[in-house]
């Protein structure tokens, strides 16, 4: 199949000059199917207006009319799984699911374009058909199939039509309408017996009594032809309809003896009732004669010929069928059936996954099910021994695999899908999983998109919105949350973490902290947690105190394991905590997994400091001095602070140190100087970056001049004076 | 069928998608880089805010994306003999340049970021020297060094015009430093391997019939196995089953391959590509025409169908 990708850059004729500039034509493929062509070329060239363009295409496109098919199968071919993963081919259980992909046929040929109509009124027909075939209702299939074969050609192939009905009936006089007969006809081996007699009222009214008589005991006949489905007990139907037919060769044999003394006039209508009658009487030759298909021959076979005609001796019978009535292979659609109804599944199926992929994979599915298909049938066995150079391999796949796969393949071309495509994938062995592991981790994480509002009233501003409005600035993690159950269905833990780790990567970028955090410890990344959390202590450098609050607070609580209590704050800071902070963990496993990163020393020991840190600008603000001071103290003695930020804290202390009332005992005064002491240390072996920095950099900010080295420096010789002050202060106590 | 078409400011020399599918990124005979993004009808829209003019002085070669958990890094080849990486982020407003590589001294030919495993970087130059560049703190991509640099050709002959300098990164994170590199007018696609530990050397060979002007290793999804596609200049393209597998009796690593396919693509076979589950290839050159090729049941490659921009 060859596509023009328009507009075209290679004129007719030029396609040497093309190769003369050392152009080519460069491809590549994203995803869902997707393929680049753009034109480049191996030197530097005199640009065209064709080299600007890009091209896309899609190799395998998915109809987005069939969207609403596609969402009603899914749910039926899941629960098929299920269901079969639990018993070994339930016939029943099986027919059962059959049928509904039955009423969503019918569903979808309601709703679909004009265009396709045909194409799924076929798809349709050879489905029922399989059905037919393969899952009678009963589950065993045992009974007389005549009446269902009739079921089936009347529901595909409606004939004859309502309107030729009422044109023969409103004639003047119907029986010498052109199409009388034929009407009849058809009637009669379509199985419209009663309709058949309508029509025929018109004979009795024949001047010839011969005629009228005759006509009289066909429609006795056809009123009171047995049907299989009036009786309960197959032997009663089949001695009724012996009885019955005997009636009719004897009104067959009558008419042959009337028949000789017709005249030119009535010749014709004899010979008409002759045929009637002999359809009747279930003459083959005739039946062949008046069937148009092999389809209304095996029906009528089944009718007249052989009342007892079961699923099991079709194929047999098709055998003399296709000898008078051959099969037209020009239509795709009947040869499949053909294939089906003389048992050759396997070809029916190849010749299916030329019709229709939808029906290729769901019946290939299906009759797998119960062990129709033919694995490594001869015939493709044989194939792989003449192209294999190594050892006659075993397919990786079996038929059912391959096909499931190739639908999901289409699905795939639509994003919007991703989760029925992943569920087909995982449905088929190995190859599927492959396929799994390879396309969740690429599903787009859409942060960025809106979150669905339930409220229909935009205008209406009331109290709900206004937390709307600020949830608004988070980022959107319902499809992260759905990738990552998916994950969990399929126990793709690899997966998960990786998609976790982007996920981390991509709130960092949008400076959700907090949320970067929780996923890193999900993703189990130690390392990626250390460099989030001094971006959050760049953040209180840069923009202070309250988006660093806020920041902390949206880590999930249970990660800071803080001792003291955090959960005071949604009353009194701005910067509520309810909104920003989300529970994140909600099963027990990942909350143990959590917990256990979350007690790795490198890791607590961050996270505490930041819990600690924002307790204690907390503590500060509600002018809790003791509890500030007792925070303070902790982080540098626990060894959780980290080194930059040891001259930050000291220079905290200072409002501390001055206050009046004594809040630091003298051994943690003490502590406060060896601090200091330490950054004096390593300030003077040259290490100023390291110890400085944060200080400068803060102390900078508030005067707005360049941070200065100096200025920390004469910072601290403050703080060394506060604390000689206040322990001697101590001491006078 | 074709989805669209669309026209971006000038010439792409150089297209490279991102992990997700959700942008791509085009570099320019000027040596200009471009954002484009995907918009809600599946066309495209270019993010002007991303421009970033006069990256390199001269075509852009080859772009390639990071993977997401290092941050949105690009990084881009010029025939201006630099590397150059870039840090794509929306929300940054600063010089994105983060870091420039100048070692080569000839025209580089291409670049990629190896497999996620670390944050690491190839490049073959169009002298035939292959480096690798890694970032020393893997979570900071500020920091890059040269960790290994190997020449790749054996003749030092001067160049021709149908030397081919291309190499292909083995996209799978449990392999991690394997790469196959085609360099110079040569028959043979040389499978280098390196770790942190063992320089870069040839551990495996895939030979062909003639010049090879593009090569493409596919995913391998955990199947035991991988396709490496390789497209020449008597217009065939070759598709070699590779597998490798860890000796009982040493530690040495027991590779093999075999060729499962022979297409024909016509003219010389200048560009490939895999899919993301390495079923689906695509090759395409200077008879203006690709083709997109995938295999049956039976494990037959053909060709499913034809792009031209031909009249």
Redesign the interface.
């Known amino acids: 199949?060859?596509?023009?990708?328009?507009?075209?850059?290679?004129?007719?004729g030029?396609?040497g000059k093309?190769?003369d500039s050392?152009?080519?034509?460069?491809?590549?493929?994203?995803?869902?199917?997707?393929?680049?062509?753009?034109?480049?070329?191996?030197e530097?060239?005199k640009?065209l207006d064709?080299?600007?363009?890009?091209?896309?295409?899609?190799?395998d496109?998915l109809d987005q009319q069939n969207r609403r098919f596609i969402h009603d199968i899914y749910p039926i071919f899941t629960s098929l799984q299920r269901i079969l993963s639990l018993q070994q081919s339930d016939l029943s259980a099986c027919a059962r699911i059959s049928h509904l992909y039955k009423d969503s046929l019918q569903k979808h040929l309601i709703n679909c374009t004009p265009d396709s109509i045909l194409h799924w009124a076929d798809v349709y027909a050879i489905w029922s058909f399989t059905q037919l075939l393969y899952f009678p209702i009963d589950g065993r299939g045992e009974g007389v199939v005549a009446e269902e074969l009739l079921d089936w050609i009347n529901t595909v192939d409606v004939a004859p039509t309502t309107e030729e009905g009422l044109e023969i009936t409103s004639a003047t006089i119907p029986h010498q309408h052109d199409n009388f007969w034929p009407y009849i006809y058809k009637c009669i081996i379509r199985g419209f017996h009663k309709t058949a007699t309508q029509p025929l009222h018109s004979l009795l009214s024949h001047p010839t009594k011969s005629i009228s008589t005759t006509a009289e005991r066909l429609i006795s006949l056809l009123y009171t032809f047995p049907r299989s489905t009036t009786f309960q007990f197959e032997h009663d139907y089949l001695a009724n309809h012996r009885k019955w037919r005997d009636e009719a060769k004897r009104a067959l044999s009558s008419i042959a003896d009337l028949a000789q003394y017709a005249d030119e006039f009535t010749k014709d209508i004899f010979d008409d009732i002759t045929l009637a009658l002999q359809l009747l009487c279930g003459k083959k030759n005739k039946i062949y004669e008046v069937a148009d298909d092999w389809r209304e021959g095996l029906a009528a076979f089944g009718l007249f010929v052989m009342p007892s005609l079961r699923r099991d001796d079709i194929p047999s019978v098709m055998e003399e069928i296709f000898k008078e009535l051959p099969l037209d292979t020009t239509l795709p659609d009947q040869c499949i059936e053909a294939a089906l109804a003389t048992a050759e599944t396997t070809k029916a199926i190849t010749l299916c996954n030329d019709f229709d992929p939808w029906l290729v994979a769901h019946l290939t599915d299906l009759l797998d099910k119960i062990g129709a298909v033919d694995h490594d049938p001869e015939w493709?066995f044989e194939?792989?021994i003449r192209?294999?150079?190594?050892n006659a391999q075993r397919?990786p796949?079996t038929?059912r695999q391959?096909f499931l796969l190739q639908y999901a393949?289409k699905l795939a071309s639509d994003p919007g899908l991703w989760a029925i495509t992943l569920d087909y994938y995982a449905q088929c062995g190995?190859?599927g999983a492959?396929?799994v592991?390879?396309?969740i981790v690429?599903?787009?994480?859409l942060l960025d998109a809106k979150a669905q509002r339930t409220d229909t009233d935009d205008d209406k501003m009331d109290a709900d919105d206004v937390f709307t409005d600020m949830s608004a600035n988070l980022p959107n993690l319902t499809r992260v949350e759905e990738i990552l159950s998916v994950c969990q269905e399929y126990a793709l833990e690899e997966e998960a973490s990786?998609v976790c780790?982007?996920t981390?990567?991509?709130l960092v970028?949008?400076?959700f902290y907090g949320l970067a955090v929780a996923f890193c410890i999900r993703a189990k990344e130690a390392?990626?947690l250390?460099?989030i959390t001094d971006l959050i202590l760049e953040e209180y450098i840069s923009k202070g105190q309250k988006v660093f609050s806020s920041l902390v607070d949206s880590i999930p609580t249970s990660l800071l394991n803080v001792t003291t209590s955090s959960t005071g704050d949604m009353f009194d800071d701005e910067y509520s905590g309810g909104v920003g902070s989300m529970e994140i963990e909600r099963n027990e496993t990942q909350d143990a997994s959590a917990r256990a990163l979350a007690r790795d020393p490198a890791v607590s020991s961050r996270l505490a400091f930041l819990a600690r840190y924002k307790e204690f600008h907390h503590s500060m603000k509600k002018d809790d001095k003791s509890s500030a001071a007792e925070l303070l103290v902790e982080t540098l003695i626990q060894d959780i602070a980290p080194r930059r930020f040891w001259s930050v804290l000291l220079a905290d202390s200072l409002p501390l140190l001055e206050y009046p009332e004594t809040l630091f005992s003298l051994e943690e005064a003490y502590e406060l100087l060896r601090f200091l002491e330490d950054v004096y240390t390593g300030v003077r072996a040259n290490s100023e970056r390291d110890y400085l920095d944060p200080l400068a950099r803060l102390l900078a900010k508030d005067s707005g001049d360049a941070p200065s080295y100096e200025r920390a420096l004469s910072e601290l010789e403050v703080i060394r004076l506060a604390l000689a002050r206040y322990i001697a202060k101590c001491f006078l106590v | 069928?074709?989805?669209?078409?669309?026209?971006?400011?000038?010439?792409?020399?150089?297209?490279?998608?991102d992990?997700?599918?959700?942008s791509?990124s085009?570099g320019s005979?000027s040596g200009v880089l471009r954002v484009h993004r995907r918009n809600a009808d599946n066309g495209?829209n270019e993010d002007e805010e991303m421009v970033i003019e006069g990256a390199h002085d001269?075509?852009v070669t080859t772009l390639s994306h990071s993977y997401?958990?290092?941050?949105?890094l690009l990084a881009s080849a010029s025939?201006d003999r630099t590397i150059k990486i870039w840090e794509m982020?929306?929300?940054s407003t600063n010089n994105r340049l983060i870091a420039k590589f100048t070692e080569s001294k000839a025209p580089i030919a291409q670049v990629e970021f190896t497999s996620?495993a670390s944050l690491q970087l190839v490049s073959l130059s169009v002298d035939g020297v292959l480096r690798v560049y890694q970032a020393t703190i893997?979570?900071d991509p500020t920091t890059w060094s040269c960790v290994h640099t190997h020449k790749a050709t054996q003749t030092s002959s001067e160049q021709r015009k149908d030397d081919t300098f291309a190499l292909s990164v083995c996209p799978d994170k449990e392999y991690a430093g394997l790469v196959a590199v085609v360099a110079g007018h040569t028959t043979t696609v040389d499978i280098i391997g390196y770790s942190t530990s063992s320089r870069p050397s040839v551990v495996h060979q895939l030979t062909v019939n003639a010049p090879i002007s593009s090569v493409q290793w596919s995913?391998g999804?955990?199947?035991g196995f991988w396709h490496v596609a390789v497209g020449s200049r008597d217009g065939l393209v070759r598709i070699f089953k590779v597998a490798v597998t860890q000796s009982e009796t040493d530690a040495k690593a027991l590779w093999d391959s075999?060729l499962v396919a022979e297409l024909e693509h016509g003219?010389?076979v200048?560009?490939?590509?895999?899919?993301?589950?390495g079923?689906?290839l695509?090759?395409?050159?200077?008879?203006?025409?690709?083709n997109?090729w995938k295999a049956s049941?039976?494990?037959?490659w053909s060709c499913?169908?034809?792009?031209?921009?031909?009249?």
């Open positions: 199949m060859e596509i023009k990708l328009k507009p075209v850059a290679v004129k007719n030029e396609l093309f190769k050392y152009r080519f034509l460069s491809n590549s493929q994203s995803l869902n199917n997707e393929i680049e062509f753009n034109v480049t070329s191996f530097r060239i640009q064709h080299d600007r363009l890009v091209y896309f295409a899609n190799h496109p493709v194939l792989t192209l294999s150079n190594n397919f796949l038929l391959h393949d190995n190859e492959s396929r592991r390879a396309l690429r599903i787009p994480l990786e780790r982007n981390a990567e991509q970028e949008r400076g390392r990626k250390g460099r | 069928m074709q989805t669209s078409v669309y026209a971006t400011g000038e010439s792409v020399t150089a297209q490279a998608y992990f997700y599918g959700e791509m085009t005979e495209w001269a075509r997401p958990s290092y941050g949105t025939t982020r929306k929300s996620p893997p979570s995913p999804c955990k199947r075999h003219g010389v200048a560009s490939l590509s895999w899919n993301v589950f079923t689906v695509t090759s395409s050159g200077d008879n203006a025409t690709a997109v049941y039976t494990g037959v499913h169908s034809t792009y031209s921009i031909s009249e």
